[in-house]
């Protein structure tokens, strides 16, 4: 039987040095195949640059970012809810990161997706479906079947809230012609007491070719502590991903990891 290939995408590249660098080491193995880079930190300018070498082996895109320590997500949603921004505003600002993006990786992103999904959001996704577009990137959605399956799966009402969320997003990526993943697994609330590991087996449970499988692997540094309330849960996730554990989980459920793949 034909192995399944997914994508595993490691978030927050840029958010602290000890992330960018926790991902780096699982690029260099192997352990990932994508990897969302957020710009708007100025550390972004040192580590961007050392995604070269895997440009060729791993999907490397844009984590475009509105929230950070000054605006919480709440408010951002609210905005986009209750007071629409300008469309073109948006569209600037999702020019911009990507533009920073290039001009520090050296290539355009692969795709783009938001940090916290923020990219589901009204106005948020029109902008980023049409810089997508003009780069030829494609589009990360979160949509998954809302099925029996998906309640055994971690976080099963955020994973439901992302799908549900997500489905305005996909028809509008359809109908400009970009191109998206086929399937989302990864969500988790960061509370919860069982093993990553048993996790992430839980995630992956018949997952299907062409689906992304977002992770948040990392070190934990003072930076990050600054910036994010989820630390030891990343340096766990790191340790799985680097062990011996994580390939033959891979290969007991008849999986492989690789970049996502478009015909024309």
Request: overall charge negative; some cysteine; proline content about 4%.
């Given at each position: 039987m034909a192995s399944r290939q997914i994508v595993l995408c490691a978030?927050?590249?840029g958010l602290s040095p000890g992330i960018s660098r926790g991902i780096r080491e699982l690029l260099a193995t192997a352990r990932l195949s994508a990897t969302?880079?957020?710009t708007i930190y100025p550390e972004f300018a040192a580590d961007g640059p050392k995604l070269r070498p895997y440009l060729d082996s791993a999907d490397i895109g844009l984590h475009f970012t509105l929230t950070d320590t000054?605006?919480?997500l709440a408010a951002v949603a609210a905005g986009t809810f209750l007071r629409p921004p300008k469309l073109a505003d948006i569209i600037r600002e999702v020019e911009r990161q990507a533009e920073l993006f290039e001009e520090i990786v050296g290539a355009p992103p692969a795709y783009i997706d938001g940090h916290q999904h923020i990219h589901?959001?009204?106005v948020i996704r029109d902008a980023v479906?049409?810089?997508a577009k003009k780069l030829g990137a494609y589009v990360r959605v979160t949509t998954e079947s809302l099925d029996l399956a998906l309640a055994r799966r971690p976080a099963a009402a955020e994973a439901a809230w992302l799908s549900l969320m997500s489905r305005t997003l996909a028809r509008l990526a359809q109908r400009n012609g970009v191109p998206t993943n086929n399937g989302f697994r990864g969500p988790r609330n960061f509370r919860e007491?069982?093993?990553y590991r048993d996790l992430f087996c839980a995630m992956i449970a018949g997952v299907?070719?062409?689906c992304i499988v977002m992770c948040h692997p990392g070190h934990s540094d003072a930076m990050l502590a600054e910036r994010?309330?989820?630390l030891q849960a990343r340096d766990e996730e790191l340790r799985y991903f680097a062990s011996d554990d994580f390939p033959r989980d891979l290969a007991n459920a008849n999986l492989t990891l690789g970049r996502l793949r478009f015909t024309a």
């Open positions: 978030d927050d590249y969302s880079c957020m000054d605006r919480s589901l959001f009204p479906v049409e810089v007491k069982t093993e299907g070719d062409g994010d309330n989820v």
